[in-house]
């Protein structure tokens, strides 16, 4: 059995080897941990590797064993604790911080089966959509070393497509799983706000869900079923499913009414390409059965950037004054990049309702967009406004970071959107374009309907696949950057 096409095997048929006993737990771990420091160089997806920890985890794991993805390596981002390993969020803040405990989702991930053999690179904070931190240097995308991989969840896409691990934990608080995902021509679904825990260090979380990065939307939904579920504690969670999110997956949708929408919720140009992709799958979808339509965006001549920004930087604080509390250290300009610190600053002079007011802006916003969906059971948009950007091109340590913040909401202006919603929205990889690089669409499903999304990503999925396409760094353990 090669090691190459292994890893980029479907997640559930890894386990099933390893069930039949023709493959051991331990085998598959150490073909991931090679594959890793083959192609790692290059790539800089992983800031933590704990081939010890893996291989006994790995050992533990019989012939036999009925978890559903028992022996699976798996990656996680450096967003939520691993016990023992390092929690830095990217930042030198952290120096050398090790988690006491994993995370809800890590816990539930573990007690699937899976093998957690690191933790993933990610823009310092996850602030950036690419994931270039000064402490652990840029992550570069398979398809294109010279490219971008996005962000935040960079690090974890980067790592999926060249077949490092079969798939990976992310976290999406205005775009972080579909931006990569769409980058580097995989699947990222944001669930609906409450679906996951973000125990037990985290509440009620207004922007940011976890997810997956994966090959295929069975696989998705999946590992939905895995992560999704109350915890004791929770404050708020998202009604439970009426059936398994996997079994939803596989049935077909029925007819549905679809809207599309390509204008951007800030003022840039869309690429040509991604208005293609577009285009392609409303055609794709019509050919399906579904009623398409063009519609007005509801979130035509809305002006909320600066609103959304100051929520999404009240998050990014939070991480700071956390960094602040497990080090014993006083947040400072050397300790941070300069972006965060201009963040972290202006945010401090603001007044505490100043918040609070502009979760209430948001939240109603929300609702006039969530109307849409008394007339239509799904929206499709761009995944992306531009293509992949250049590694450098947006710069959180420039010398005006501000701007660069700014401009890099030109490249991801349909991402944040269904963040502030809390609906769900799901990447899909259905285009390939003549530059080498995926494209990416988007589309957005009912609050708390990741069913109804689910089943159709993978109708959509079954006309025209893309699992097997494979970047250059995929398809090869020796290919260097020039």
């Known amino acids: 059995m090669s090691e190459e096409p292994l890893l980029l095997r479907p997640a559930t048929e890894l386990a099933r080897l390893v069930r039949a006993g023709e493959l051991t737990a331990r085998e598959l771990t150490q073909a991931s941990l090679e594959r890793i420091e083959a192609l790692d160089r290059d790539l800089n997806a992983f800031i933590h590797l704990d081939p010890e920890g893996a291989l006994a985890a790995a050992e533990a794991v019989a012939p036999g064993d009925e978890r559903p993805f028992a022996g699976v390596p798996i990656a996680i981002k450096d967003t939520v604790p691993v016990a023992g390993m390092p929690f830095t969020l990217g930042s030198d803040l952290f120096g050398d911080f090790a988690a006491p405990h994993d995370a809800f989702v890590v816990r539930r991930l573990r007690a699937a089966g899976f093998v957690v053999v690191g933790k993933t ?50 976290t999406d608080g205005g775009g972080s799983i579909r931006i990569p995902a769409a980058c580097c021509g995989l699947v990222g679904l944001k669930p609906t706000r409450g679906r996951i825990s973000r125990g037990p260090d985290l509440g009620d979380d207004f922007l940011v869900q976890d997810g997956v990065l994966t090959r295929t939307v069975v696989e998705t939904a999946e590992l939905l079923d895995v992560m999704a579920g109350y915890e004791p504690g929770d404050a708020t969670w998202a009604p439970p499913p009426d059936e398994p999110f996997a079994q939803a997956a596989r049935r077909e949708p029925g007819r549905l009414r679809v809207a599309v929408c390509t204008a951007p919720a800030v003022e840039t140009p869309l690429d040509p390409l991604c208005r293609r992709a577009v285009a392609e799958a409303a055609d794709l979808l019509a050919s399906l059965g579904h009623e398409v339509e063009q519609v007005e965006p509801p979130w035509a001549g809305q002006d909320l950037l600066d609103v959304f920004t100051l929520v999404f930087g009240a998050s990014v604080s939070m991480g700071v004054a956390f960094g602040g509390l497990v080090t014993g250290r006083e947040p400072a300009a050397e300790l941070v990049e300069p972006l965060t610190w201009t963040i972290w600053s202006g945010l401090r002079e603001r007044a505490p309702v100043d918040y609070l007011l502009a979760v209430t802006q948001l939240a109603a916003f929300s609702r006039m967009i969530v109307a849409l969906w008394d007339r239509f059971d799904a929206m499709l948009v761009p995944a992306l406004a531009q293509r992949p950007v250049r590694i450098g091109e947006l710069d959180a340590c420039s010398a005006d970071p501000e701007e660069d913040f700014y401009r890099s909401g030109e490249f991801t202006p349909y991402s944040a959107i269904f ?64």
């Open 121 to 170: 690179n990610l823009p310092e904070f996850g602030i950036m959509p690419v994931t270039e931190p000064r402490r652990f240097g840029p992550t570069r995308n398979p398809w294109d070393l010279d490219r971008t991989p996005g962000g935040s969840s960079g690090g974890a896409a980067a790592a999926v497509a060249a077949g490092m691990v079969p798939l990976a934990h992310g």
């Open 419 to 482: 963040n502030v919603t809390g609906q769900p929205a799901i990447s899909l990889p259905l285009l390939h374009g003549d530059d080498g690089l995926p494209v990416g669409v988007q589309l957005a499903g009912r609050p708390a309907g990741e069913g109804q999304l689910l089943s159709l990503a993978a109708q959509l999925e079954s006309a025209r696949p893309w699992a097997d396409r494979q970047p250059p760094a995929a398809g090869s353990t020796s290919r260097s950057r020039s």
